[in-house]
Structure formats: C-alpha cells, structure tokens
C-alpha cells in the first residue's frame, strides 16, 4: 500500500537549521510530488512548499522563501525537507503528503522543537 | 491567497445525531480544466490527517458512507448522518485549484 513514512523527532537550537525525510513506497515516486504541511501546537495545518521529484521543480510558501529547501533522492524514494535558521514559532509537527493537490497519504509527522 | 473560513469551529453533537461542517471559500474553486480541487480531512487526535473526500464528493476508500461532501462554487458542506464515537477530532477543508494551497481553521467535533 502507499505509505510514507518520516525521520525522528528533533530538538535544535535557535538559529539551527533542520532537516526532515519522507520515504514514500508502494508507487513510482517519481510521478508524484510531495507536499510538505506544518502544524504548530493545538493550531491549524500550514501549507509549506511542493516539489517534483520528476524534475526537481519546487514551489515554497512565500513567508518561508530564503530558509526553506526542498529536495528528492529518486534512487531511495526520498523526500527531503530542511529548514533554516530555526526560531522558537518553527516548533512545530511537519508532515510530508503525496501530491500538489492530492494530499493522500500522509507521513506520520516530525516533531521539530526549536529551544535553547 | 484563497482565504477558507469554516463554521462551526467548535461542534458537540450528541451520538447518533446527524452533524454539519461547513467551508465557505473567498474565490470560485473552479479550476479552468473543470474540477473543484478541494479536500476534507479528518485528524484524530494524536494522528496525522486522513483525507476523506477529494473534489468534493469523492469518498476515500475507507470512508463509511455516513460522511458525505457537497458543494459546488464557493460554498461547501461535510455531513455525517450519525456520528459515532470515532468521529471525534478536527475537519479540515482545503483547496488546490488556487496557488498556494490553502486550509480552512478546523472545526473540532466532540461528544456531548
């Protein structure tokens, strides 16, 4: 079945960077893109970014241009996610999904705690 | 951006009683190829989000049929006929026709 599944939780540093992996199975990886959503503590789902593992053809959410880079390793079905120069309003659970516009599945979240 | 604003944010509905949900969109969510890209999700608490419907009306395998989506334009509606205790959590509507995608806030759904 179509599964995604991500990396650990995380604690960092203010001003450290993050980054996150989604390993997708059971499709062709590399006909769907990932979408990467954001939930802070007790609050609603943040859409961040897409990207095509095809081509490597990104989209970010304006509010996170200059620290965020998404990225694919279509040799492991990989989806990366990093995130730069942390503050404390980044702690957050970030998700991976399948699709721009599908949104099915979803990863089983990343707890990232930004701290010091 | 597309603004999506959902009401009630907040619904206790007893069990087996029928509940509402609905997602009001600031624009048309007619894309130029015809389809409404929009999703409802569910998310238990302490889970990541399910979809549920996709454009619209489409159920998810998995979804029982007491949930159903209807809509069209900018105003769209999540029913469930007879909640169950497993229906607990918060409703998420969303589009993709505008870009970026956007959520609505969420509506939690509790047991009276």
């Known amino acids: 079945q179509v599964q995604l599944v991500q990396s650990g939780a995380e604690v960092k540093k203010p001003g450290a960077s993050v980054k996150v992996s989604c390993k997708a199975s059971g499709y062709t990886f590399a006909n769907y893109g990932i979408s990467w959503v954001r939930q802070a503590p007790g609050q609603g789902l943040e859409w961040m970014g897409w990207i095509s593992p095809n081509n490597g053809n990104t989209n970010y959410a304006q509010k996170l241009q200059g620290r965020v880079t998404m990225t694919t390793d279509t040799s492991t079905s990989t989806a990366y996610m990093e995130l730069r120069s942390l503050r404390s309003d980044d702690t957050a659970v970030y998700y991976c999904?399948?699709?721009?516009?599908?949104?099915?599945?979803w990863g089983q979240g990343t707890l990232v705690t930004v701290s010091s | 951006d597309v603004v999506m604003t959902q009401s009630p944010l907040s619904l206790p509905v007893t069990l087996g009683q029928p509940a509402s949900v609905s997602c009001r969109s600031s624009q048309s969510l007619v894309h130029s190829d015809g389809h409404i890209y929009f999703n409802w999700f569910q998310q238990r608490p302490g889970q990541s989000p399910r979809r549920l419907f996709y454009?619209?009306?489409n159920r998810d395998s998995g979804v029982p049929d007491r949930f159903s989506g209807s809509g069209s334009g900018t105003d769209f509606t999540l029913k469930i006929s007879r909640v169950e205790a497993e229906d607990v959590g918060v409703y998420y509507c969303m589009q993709a026709t505008h870009w970026p995608p956007t959520f609505g806030q969420g509506t939690k759904v509790e047991i009276k």
């Open positions: 454009k619209v009306s």
């Open positions: 999904a399948k699709g721009p516009r599908q949104f099915d599945p």
